[in-house]
């Protein structure tokens, strides 16, 4: 069965990582050389998908110059859509209607990476019946964790943990009915997610696997030393 098409939404400004996009789009700043949207969509490539729309915006025209310019594999087809400069999540999902041509899709952002099974999510997805399936993941806290006894007293410390909460992973599978739930304005992690979670219609696909996500300097900097050091797991 031919793998559906990717929206990567690519149109943020990434201000948390403004020491690196104040010239170039988030989706353009580089891990080992390579943009970090070359990055996620490879990951997808990898594991047999060929059509992605990349919603597009703040620097869009630098996003496309890329996209124009990069040597994709035969039978990859990667455009881009301006989906406007300040549009949030669910508004540039919902500006590529009429492009997604009523049939199920993926979506995920284009700073995150992981080593994840995207035929078992999309397996998954279709197994469940919902309308949308949402990967989840248990990031490592940015903190050591003090563990303490009920004396009050601190017994021991562990660095980094991970977390016991489960949270948005960005990788996404979704139904064409999922769409009615996204207007122009619409913020995807906010009401359109939570109506679908109160629906009974999002489903939740565990990651235990490597996940990360480029949303500070300091995530770019982990970011490349491990692709430096041969050990990216993506």
């Not at 149109?11 to 989706?27: H, I, N």
């Not at 400069?85 to 899709?105: C, N, W, Y």
């Not at 563990?147 to 996404?172: A, M, Q, T």
Request: with cysteine; hydrophobic share 40%.
């Amino acid at each position: 069965m031919a793998k559906p098409p990717v929206v990567v939404l690519c149109g943020g400004r990434g201000t948390r990582l403004r020491e690196r996009t104040e010239s170039v789009p988030k989706a353009l700043v580089e891990i080992g050389g390579r943009p970090i949207l070359w990055h996620v969509i490879s990951i997808y490539i990898a594991q047999g998908f060929r059509s992605f729309l990349l919603a597009t915006g703040y620097l869009g025209e630098a996003v496309e110059e890329f996209v124009a310019t990069e040597g994709w594999p035969e039978g990859v087809e990667v455009k881009c859509v301006d989906t406007g400069l300040d549009t949030p999540t669910g508004g540039r999902i919902a500006a590529l209607r009429e492009r997604l041509d009523g049939s199920t899709f993926c979506a995920t952002y284009a700073d995150g990476v992981a080593d994840l099974d995207l035929g078992a999510l999309l397996e998954f997805h279709r197994g469940h019946g919902e309308a949308a399936t949402m990967t989840v993941v248990r990031p490592h806290l940015q903190w050591g964790v003090a563990e303490l006894g009920k004396d009050g007293r601190v017994e021991g410390f562990v660095e980094k943990p991970r977390s016991e909460h489960w949270i948005n992973g960005g990788f996404f599978c979704f139904e064409p009915g999922a769409l009615a739930y996204l207007e122009p304005d619409s913020v995807l992690e906010r009401e359109p997610l939570a109506r679908l979670a109160a629906e009974g219609q999002l489903g939740a696909y565990r990651h235990e696997g490597f996940w990360d996500c480029m949303d500070t300097y300091k995530d770019a900097v982990v970011l490349n030393d491990l692709w430096e050091a041969g050990e990216a797991p993506w």
